[in-house]
């Protein structure tokens, strides 16, 4: 009859709301970084930018600032993970979700999967970033020491 300390229960409604939610804070930030690196060189917004996997690239000035831009937004979103998840265990889990459905979304916008090389390295990279921020900061916070009652003490 031992409690279990953080017993995990299985709530299927409780992680497809979680992914649904990282999936919009992932495009909702993507969306405000993208506007902001464009708002410093002047240069058009579209969903190529999100969605096409010809525009990240090392070779053109707007393809370096997508690139940042993403990378700005790993950060963004491990602040996400560690308000919303908050196990630093389920922070690889949701990270390669949000990833994937990504990819799936790149892939149906662009009619066949990304074959760029510079593509495939930012989105390891910022797969990595996100999950090792987004664990750190979530193992930070397990770690806290737990307020133990200081109260008077009786001696029985």
């Known amino acids: 009859m031992a409690s279990h300390f ?3 229960i299985w709530d299927p409604v409780l992680i497809v709301s979680q992914i649904a939610l990282m999936q919009c804070i992932y495009y909702s930030f993507l969306g405000l970084w993208l506007a902001g690196v464009d708002s410093l060189v002047q240069t058009y917004r579209s969903l190529d930018q999100i969605f096409s996997y010809e525009v990240v690239g090392f070779a053109t000035p707007q393809g370096r600032l997508s690139m940042m831009a993403f990378i700005l937004n790993s950060l963004t979103c491990a602040l996400g993970l560690w308000f919303f998840i ?4 389920q922070c690889l889990d949701f990270t390669v979700t ?12 662009n009619s ?9 390295l930012v989105n390891v990279a910022c797969m990595a970033l996100m999950a090792v921020i987004g664990e750190y900061l979530c193992m930070q916070t ?6 133990v009652n200081t109260g008077p003490k009786s001696n029985l």
């Open 98 to 109: 949000v990833h994937f459905f990504h990819m799936i979304g790149c892939w149906v916008y």
């Open 6 to 8: 953080r017993s995990y």
């Open 112 to 120: 066949h999967l990304p074959a760029s090389l510079s593509w495939w």
């Open 142 to 147: 397990e770690l806290r020491a737990i307020p």
């Open 86 to 89: 908050r196990r630093g265990k």
